[in-house]
């Protein structure tokens, strides 16, 4: 498999303001290095403020590292690009525009006819499950179906990589799983590459080919695993299998303390990794 991505001894500082006492610098990300496949999902988890953000913001090209590159298909990336779809935690729709409307945002960018947009993004409204609701407003949507929108908005000027930082966290835990099925299914029609940054252990590990774990402050990345859990995942049990809790509890025990996981027997890793709280952990 191709390399899509490539992160190379990535470092971003900040400079704080202090009053009249000057600045302080702060280094969100060091010397981080991380490759992406073409066509998987890698995941990238850490505990709360380890620059997960940063990087996705930096592999968007929305804010510029202090040292270090990042190429896509090995161009250098040197700002915002429709080579990369984005997908935030708050939807970002326009609330003066119907689904329809926000869906061929970019297409409009692009510079697309207007029959060939309605024809573009009927097709991705469909594709997220959203057909029928073409002239609704975003006020007039579910979380759920407003984080669709945001999805075939993403994905209708046909980018080559989707950066999705925490889509799923303001819905229900009930619509959460929904959403990850969902993303699966558009995954498995479209096979764009996809980075997704997640707080949730079972989130990142459900979804993805591989997961990336971030230390805490400065931010780097740790280690990544495989995931080599069968796919397709959706309508399984592939959560409550034994292989699903050992590597929850590896990537939990990365997060937490780095304890030697291999000194704990497989049979009873599974009881393990029920008792551990992923939001104590995180």
């Not at 001894?9 to 969100?28: L, M, P, V």
């Not at 009927?122 to 029928?132: A, E, F």
């Not at 764009?192 to 252990?201: L, R, Y």
């Amino acid at each position: 498999m191709a390399v899509k991505i490539e992160v190379s001894h990535i470092n971003r500082d900040y400079h704080i303001k202090r009053g009249s006492s000057g600045s302080k610098s702060f280094t969100a990300l060091k010397d981080v290095n991380l490759e992406v496949q073409d066509g998987e999902i890698l995941s990238v988890v850490g505990p709360s403020g380890c620059g997960k953000s940063t990087l996705l913001d930096l592999i968007a090209g929305l804010a510029h590292p202090n040292s270090g590159e990042i190429h896509i298909d090995g161009r250098l990336i040197t700002g915002p690009a429709l080579d990369r779809g984005i997908v935030l935690q708050g939807y970002a729709l326009f609330p003066w525009r119907t689904v329809q409307g926000n869906v061929e945002f970019g297409l409009e960018i692009k510079g697309a006819a207007k029959s060939e947009r309605r024809e573009i993004s009927r097709k991705y409204i469909s594709l997220v499950g959203l057909q029928g609701f073409e002239d609704r407003y975003p006020y007039e949507l579910s979380g759920g179906m407003k984080q669709r929108v945001a999805i075939a908005r993403a994905l209708a000027y046909d980018p080559e990589v989707l950066l999705m930082d925490e889509p799923f966290a303001a819905v229900d835990a009930q619509t959460r799983e929904i959403l990850q099925d969902e993303l699966l299914r558009i995954w498995e029609a479209t096979l764009k590459t996809i980075v997704f940054v997640t707080h949730s252990i079972e989130e990142a590990i459900y979804l993805a080919d591989r997961v990336a774990v971030m230390t805490e402050n400065p931010g780097t990345i740790k280690e990544v695993l495989e995931i080599k859990l069968p796919r397709p995942r959706q309508d399984s049990d592939v959560r409550s299998s034994a292989d699903f809790g050992w590597i929850r509890h590896k990537v939990a025990d990365l997060l937490q303390n780095g304890t030697d996981v291999g000194k704990i027997g497989r049979s009873s890793v599974q009881d393990v990794a029920e008792a551990i709280s992923t939001d104590a952990v995180l």
